[in-house]
Nanobody
Framework: QVQLVESGGGLVQAGGSLRLSCAAS????????MGWFRQAPGKTREFVAA??????DTSFADSVKGRFTISRDSAMVYLQMNSLKPEDTAVYYCAAGMYGGRTWYRDYDYWGQGTQVTVSS
């Protein structure tokens, strides 16, 4: 079992920045990939970014490339979000995948409770 707890969401103006944090605990040594997804009202959950647990290989959705970065420090995973836009407004979820893949929600086995990010125009 892996437990994930997100923090760092909030309200920010367009053009601003936020950093989301995800604390992982439990069987972290078995994690293959950590990812961030988001879900806006009335929309399906979409992939945002991912990072391999071992190493620094990262992936990003086209919509956030050049604005968001993902990093890991021990059992913490961070999503740095810069140049935020109103369309980035969503609940952001941290997820852990134990076996493979990185951009499909079914690649992930454990999920956090989500943290709200609201970007005002």
């Amino acid at each position: 079992q892996v437990q994930l707890v997100e923090s760092g969401g909030g309200l920010v103006q367009a053009g601003g920045s936020l950093r989301l944090s995800c604390a992982a605990s439990g069987r972290t040594s078995s994690i293959y990939v950590m990812g961030w997804f988001r879900q806006a009202p009335g929309k399906t959950r979409e992939f945002v970014a991912a990072i391999r647990w071992s190493g620094s290989d990262t992936s990003f959705a086209d919509s956030v490339k050049g604005r968001f970065t993902i990093s890991r420090d021990s059992a913490m995973v961070y999503l740095q979000m810069n140049s935020l836009k109103p369309e980035d407004t969503a609940v952001y979820y941290c997820a852990a995948g134990m076996y493979g893949g990185r951009t499909w929600y079914r690649d992930y086995d454990y999920w956090g409770q989500g943290t709200q990010v609201t970007v005002s125009s």
